[in-house]
Structure formats: C-alpha cells, structure tokens
C-alpha cells in the first residue's frame, strides 16, 4: 500500500475534479441555461416592445391626420328650403337621414328620443335663427355596423355633433352590441341671413 500513497494526492485531485464537474455540470450549467433563455426572451421582448412603439406611433399619425382633417373641415348648418313649416318638420330632412343611415347599416333601433332645443346650447343661446333637436338612441348591432354608421356620420355633408356614445356587448352573445347613441342636429331658421 505505500507504494501506492504517493498516488493518494494525484487521486484526491481527480475526485475532486469529478466532484467539481457534476456539481457544475448538475447546478452551474442549468442556471447558465436559465440565463441565456431569459436573455433571449429580454430580446424577443424589446423587439416586440420596439414593433408596438412603432405601430402606435403609426396610428397617433393617423388620428393626428384625421383630427386636423376634421378641425380644417368645415361643415354646413343645415338650412330647409321651407323655414316657416314648423319646429316640428324643421328637422325632418336631417332626421329622416340619420335613420335612413341606421337601416342601411342594419342597425336595429331599440328605443329613441329627442329633445327640441335643449338648454345649454351654444347655438339655442345665440338667438332665435338656430334651431337645434338632441336625438337619443338605443341600438342594437354588431361592431362593423356600428362602425360604418359613425362613419356615415361622419361622411354627411351637413354638421350633426356626436355628444355621448356608450358601448357595451350583450351578456348572451359578445358579438352584439347595446348602444346608447346621443347626437345633435342642427337647423338654420333663416337661410337668407346665413
């Protein structure tokens, strides 16, 4: 045996490299693995972080564009040929339009209302040649009706103002929409003195 203890160190270096290898190679390396997948995700990340930023930036353009669209666009107040028929056919022309647009786009009219020259109005304050109807409207449609419709709104030549407009699916079926849809439309009285 002591022919072979000079071969005791030599065998403690070895075990101790064998034990250092599975330590690293059980412990060490996963941990290195952990790492290199959180860094690749960290990557992946900030160029999916990068692609929104991008999109976002892309859309705040659009709407920018749109905004100053409609701030240089310059609608007309509607003006009846006949102004003395009426508060009550004074808006018939304007509000015929507007179902008329509802219908087109399959828009399904739960309940309206109107309220004829409601206080607080600009328009109502400034006298007596402006005439102005708020339509409430329950709807019931899906999102891409809804859609067209407030583009339609949009798109008619005459100035109807889109007060409130809420939202929300129905509790059955998520694809339909219960909306609560309150515009004003407003009338010159007295087309001469536009």
Known sequence: MEKYSRYYGVLIIISVILVL????NYFIAPMFEK???????????EKLL?????????????????????????????APVESDL??????????NDVIEMMHSNSLR???????YNPEGDEFVK?????????????LVSNYTN???????????????KMLDLKVQPYNRDKKIL?????????????????
């Open 21 to 24: 290898y599975f330590i690293g």
């Open 35 to 45: 790492r290199e997948e959180k860094s690749t995700t960290l990557v992946k990340k």
């Open 50 to 78: 990068e692609k929104k930023r991008k999109d976002r930036d892309v859309v705040r353009q659009k709407v920018k564009k749109i905004q100053d669209a409609s701030a240089t666009a310059q609608k007309k107040v509607y």
């Open 86 to 95: 009426g508060n009550d056919t004074l808006f018939f022309t304007l509000y």
């Open 109 to 115: 009219i739960k309940s309206i209302d109107y309220v």
């Open 126 to 138: 400034a006298g007596k040649d402006y005439f102005v109807f708020d339509v409430n409207v329950e």
């Open 146 to 160: 809804l859609g067209k419709f407030i583009q339609d709104l949009y798109q008619y030549p005459y100035y109807i």
């Open 178 to 194: 219960i909306s609560d849809l309150s515009i004003r439309l407003y009338a010159h009285t007295d087309p001469e003195r536009k």
